[in-house]
């Protein structure tokens, strides 16, 4: 196994010293970087002939050795960076539980996550509470959905077919209105149909219900 070695050169380009160990077939390198390669010569480069970015062996702050080379990059080590940006944390309570919250996270909601999370629920409880006190919901039993099947012979109100079980769809969209002159029954292809265009279906429904579920 051959070793590398590096030896110096000068860059025709900046006049900087450099070490390269990628001289082979007799050529010599002739430049320090690959922006001092792309400029002519006397030109200054962008990144005045430098090759690589600065590096930092120890922290600035605790003087801590750095082992990876991405750290290096960085003059202060993961450690001293977050509690830098930890002193830079502005936090303030939550009105709610008084517990602190920080701007990092999501600095719109005035509520911590917790309570944002009760909020949610409550909120759901509450809706679900005035849905329940509807007695006009309970009643699409399965009761009724046999007997709107039954009416129309198990076919679907639209296409005919009866080899499946048909979907009880509410004609005006209103899942709270289950009388028996807003409820049809269709297939599940026809009833995916009803999602779009809802004024035409639901002119169509009426019509097909004030004929006693005839099929056009």
């Known amino acids: ?40 010569k006397g030109n200054i480069p962008y990144n005045a002939g430098t090759s690589e970015l600065q590096k930092y062996d120890k922290c600035v702050e605790c003087g801590k050795e750095k082992t990876s080379a991405r750290s290096k990059l960085s003059d202060l080590c993961q450690t001293c960076s977050n509690k830098k940006r930890a002193q830079k944390t502005v936090y303030y309570a939550c009105p709610k539980c008084g517990k602190p919250k920080n701007e990092r996270g999501r600095s719109d909601r005035v509520l911590c996550n917790s309570c944002a999370r009760l909020e949610v629920w409550k909120n759901f409880f509450i809706e679900f509470g005035e849905l329940c006190a509807n007695k006009d919901y309970f009643g699409f039993t399965p009761t009724l959905k046999k007997a709107i099947r039954k009416s129309q012979n198990y076919k679907c109100a639209f296409c005919g077919d009866n080899k499946k079980t048909l979907d009880i769809h509410h004609i005006d969209y209103d899942k709270t ?30 019509k097909i219900k004030s004929h006693g579920n005839l099929i056009e």
């Open 1 to 40: 196994m051959s070793i590398i070695t590096k030896k110096k050169y000068i860059c025709q380009n900046c006049g900087n010293e450099f070490e390269s160990g990628r001289e082979c077939a007799g050529r010599t390198p002739k430049f320090c970087s690959r922006a001092c390669a792309g400029y002519k």
């Open 177 to 206: 209105n289950s009388a028996e002159n807003n409820l049809i029954g269709l297939c599940r292809k026809c009833h995916m149909k009803t999602n779009f265009n809802r004024d035409y279906w639901k002119e169509k429904c009426q």
